[in-house]
């Protein structure tokens, strides 16, 4: 359970995006290795993970844009805290901010509209409470102090939407598997990315 968190902002966020890397608002950012990230997953207690996001509220609060906007603005300043060895400039952050939120409601909207995949809420809130109800990360206790929020609050609330498109994609990935006669899942990820693209133009 140690990697949940980077399972949720990392793969959620990049994996399943809709944009290929070379198109993306940022194509050359440099990530740290599997080596850095593993050391920093193992040994970084709560306080230092609170230290490395310190500053994203404070950063967060300079970019006049809306709510919705905002909550991404603070999760790619986060990103950029913890997994990327370049600093951003303003404008890479709000491009690259703009861009993933931009990506996940063609992603979910494709996802409904092609498939016919919905999520209640009764049904999000339960299976929010079935992967997180048994542990805490460190780095998931110092993301809501720096919110503000409680780990609860962080869950069901700031973080809900993230959920959501995991529950999608747990629904929507024996669908594609049938259309594309393959479980691999890379080559999924590819083709349904594919699909929401061809549908924004």
């Known amino acids: 359970m140690k990697s949940f968190i980077l399972l949720t902002v990392i793969v959620m966020l990049l994996l399943l995006s809709g944009c290929a890397p070379e198109e993306s608002a940022v194509a050359d950012i440099e990530m740290k290795s ?59 952050i709000l491009a690259l901010s703009k861009e993933r939120l931009s990506e996940d409601q063609a992603w979910k909207k494709a996802a409904e509209i092609k498939y016919g995949i919905v999520i209640s809420d009764d049904e999000l809130n339960d299976y929010i409470d079935n992967i997180t109800k048994s542990y805490e990360s460190p780095l998931q206790l110092a993301y809501a102090d720096i919110l503000g929020l409680t780990v609860e609050q962080l869950n069901h609330e700031f973080d809900q939407d993230v959920y959501e498109k995991n529950l999608l994609w747990e629904k929507l990935k024996p669908e594609l598997e049938k259309a594309y006669e393959t479980n691999d899942h890379h080559e999924l990820v590819e083709k349904f990315n594919k699909e929401v693209k061809e549908a924004g133009e």
């Open 34 to 92: 599997k080596e850095e990230l593993s050391v920093m997953t193992d040994s970084y207690t709560r306080e230092d993970y609170r230290h490395a996001l310190s500053h994203v509220m404070d950063s967060a609060e300079t970019f006049e844009v809306n709510p919705i906007l905002k909550k991404w603005i603070i999760r790619t300043l986060a990103e950029e805290a913890l997994y990327y060895h370049d600093d951003l400039t303003e404008a890479e």
